[in-house]
């Protein structure tokens, strides 16, 4: 909606009619107004009002009075609409800037559904997606082995036997997709990258968790 016909709307006292007919129509969803072009109206508004005062009573100025809404009034009824109608306004000042808002916001309406799913999904996961939960490596490698760490019953020790044998993603995926769940069975951990090996292996459970994550093909799995 531009800034010229929400004042119109309040000047000829059919805001709330236009309300109510949107909410008789839509009776359950949240309206979101995208008001184009408010602050210009307003700069607009204030020279007709001082060309009014200027020309006083002429029939000049009675030619422009039809144009001249009170800026207060205005203001007034945005803020009934947020407050009395729980109506959200956005302010935008071009058609292209409201374009791009309308773009955004109809994604993100759209994404609501599957974002409430995701969230069900994984609310019973025992690992948590925000930023910054998990330390940054000093290097490749090292990252590569917290990434490991990260999975559940895998200790530093596992990881950084299994990194050793399969330095990289690709390679851990292609020895588990050729030898099956048991491919890391035998693999003996060690307790740091540049550290021998030790005597214990990260047995078949393990490496049983390690090729249902990454050969699965379960993409809402949370099974980490």
Request: hydrophobic fraction near 40%; charge should be neutral.
């Amino acid at each position: 909606m531009t800034a010229d016909n929400l004042a119109q709307l309040i000047f000829n006292e059919g805001l709330y009619e236009h309300v109510a007919l949107l909410r008789s129509q839509y009776p359950t969803e949240k309206f979101i107004y995208i008001l184009q072009g408010f602050n210009s109206w307003k700069k607009r508004n204030r020279v007709i009002q001082n060309q009014l005062i200027t020309a006083s009573v002429s029939l000049r100025s009675e030619s422009r009075q039809t144009n001249c809404v009170d800026e207060a009034m205005v203001e007034h009824a945005l803020l009934e609409l947020q407050v009395e109608h729980d109506i959200l306004i956005h302010h935008t000042a071009k058609p292209r800037e409201t374009a791009e808002w309308i773009l955004i916001f109809t994604r993100n309406i759209s994404a609501i559904p599957y974002e409430k799913q995701w969230v069900k999904n994984t609310a019973g996961a025992g690992f948590c997606t925000d930023s910054g939960q998990i330390r940054k490596g000093v290097d490749t490698h090292d990252t590569y082995s917290r990434m490991l760490q990260v999975i559940h019953r895998v200790s530093a020790p596992m990881a950084f036997g299994v990194a050793s044998e399969c330095g990289t993603v690709t390679e851990l995926v292609e020895r588990l997709e050729t030898r099956g769940p048991r491919a890391l069975a035998q693999v003996r951990k060690r307790v740091g990258k540049d550290s021998a090996l030790l005597d214990q292996t990260i047995g078949q459970a393990v490496s049983r968790r390690f090729h249902k994550i990454f050969t699965g093909t379960n993409d809402s799995s949370t099974d980490v």
